[in-house]
């Protein structure tokens, strides 16, 4: 059986661009800036579909793409220099650092929780000059921490891998695993080396699970995350589904996919003059639970059939 849930959307709409080829202003060309770890391409061709296209009438300045957080606040001022119709930040590092270097060019922003990072004053009407899309992560570590337990209900010690301390919900976590009767250890990495070191700490320390928190860094280094645990032969769960699809043991979360068409609708409301505060902050609409029977069979794991038939996507 197929299953999805839904929480509510604020805002926005799930329908398919309207009207893909309006006719931009002849002659107006549009800037776009990006901040973040890795390029959204699917984010650029969404805007695209929606008549904005590189090359054509819209510059796209990556000079903000792959560089790692700290740099931002050093790229960011330059990316401003440029003057950029909008610039789009992944993660509440390259959002701050934008939001640092200009308070009247709109920002399109993504991380887990704008409003309780204190990166918009309101959801539904943004003040300033950043909206976005909430992801809202947090609130399903405790899930993600559950399901781990029941696929692997012998494990004792479960690592918690975020991109930095203190790390968010993390007095939640630590109920939820007490109630579970195991116990959760914490692991940061904001580089290559951060990686490694951890996973080798993990190994040494008998980690049995790790659940991979959402984060544009991690997300960044996700195979160097993945081929590191398979050395050790230790199962993780990831945030987005594309982390089960690129060897991940399990996934709950939205798909990138969907986001990232939520961000670029949000960047052409922008683009089409748009004030910011009219256009309100959107969370995802699906999460999908995703297997890889792969993985499972590479680690010597065993899926509990109620958790094959909840699954979403199972991977053979």
Known sequence: MRRREFIVLVGGSSALWPCAARAQPTGRRYRVAMLATERAQLLVEELSRAGFVTGRNLEFDSRGVGVLPAAYEEVAPEMVKARPDVIIAFGPDAIRAAQKATRHIPIQALADDLLGSKLVASMPHPEGNTTGVAIFAFQLDVKRLELLHEVLPRAQRIAVLADHEPIRNIDVLESAARAL??????????????????????????????????SPVLWRFRQLILDHLSVHHIPSIWQWPEGAEAGGLVAYGPRLPDVFRQCARQVVKLLRGANVADVPVEQPTEFVLVINLKAANALGVIFPPAIIGRADQVID
């Not at 914490?186 to 928190?213: C, H, K, P, W, Y």
């Open 181 to 214: 009767g195991i116990k959760i250890a914490s692991f940061t990495a904001r580089s290559e080396n951060d990686v490694t070191r951890a996973i080798e700490v993990m190994q040494t320390t008998g980690i049995e699970a790790v659940n991979v928190l959402a």
